[in-house]
């Protein structure tokens, strides 16, 4: 299963930062980029991975999303500069969707590496003082004081000095606000997978348990 939450991950990881320049709105005051509603559920799949397979397993998925996240914008960059077909009309169009700035880009690797390892750290921590008992607390805590951190430093790094601090603090406000009632929502799936997850491993577990020859 750790494959499958690995490769699910990095999947949801590098289509958030696709969708990231789509921008949509609820009402006329708050505004979200269409990749939040993909990348929330990074966390708890980061979370399961934590509760079941451990922490250095989960920091190693973060390191794989950082580096496919380097990897995906060295080999955009590329198409881009790649000469255009002269029949291709869209050149212009492909590079504004891939193109997020070098400010976007830096926060959103800065945030990102930031934000998934605290929590990382934040849910160890309280698995070793809960064990087994009380998920829902690391899982809610964990993600909302990482989401509240990665969206902090997101948009203060690419858009501080753009935007008025005021617009600056509603837009971390709202974002932050989706995030806090997304991590709400998607307890009773960290539960589930989790189950999923230990019935796979003790499967396994089993399977593999060496026969003793006397």
């Known amino acids: 299963m750790l494959y499958y939450l690995n490769g699910l991950f990095v999947g949801l990881l590098i289509l958030s ?54 990897f995906a914008i060295i080999f955009i960059w590329i198409a881009i500069q790649l000469p255009a077909a002269s029949f291709y009309e869209n050149q212009q169009a492909f590079e504004t969707i891939f193109t997020a700035g070098f400010r976007v880009t830096i926060a959103s690797l800065v945030a990102y590496l930031v934000s998934q390892n605290l ?58 606000a989706f995030k806090f009632v997304v991590a709400i929502l998607d307890t009773p799936i960290v539960y589930l997978l989790v189950s999923i997850c230990r019935k796979k491993e003790a499967i396994h577990g089993s399977k593999s348990v060496p026969v003793q020859i006397y």
């Open 17 to 70: 930062n696709i969708l990231a320049v789509k921008l949509f709105s609820f009402g006329s005051w708050i505004v979200l980029p269409a990749a939040v509603i993909v990348y929330v559920f990074t966390y708890p799949i980061l979370d399961v991975i934590t509760e079941v397979y451990g922490k250095k397993a989960a920091h190693r998925t973060v390191l794989t999303g950082f580096l496919t996240q380097l």
């Open 119 to 176: 929590d990382v750290l934040i849910f160890n921590k309280l698995k070793s003082r809960h064990g087994d008992k009380k998920l829902w607390i690391r899982n809610n805590a964990s993600t909302m004081a990482s989401q509240l951190v990665d969206t902090t430093i997101f948009i203060t790094i690419a858009f501080y000095g753009i935007m008025p601090l005021g617009a600056l603090l509603t837009l971390i406000a709202t974002q932050y």
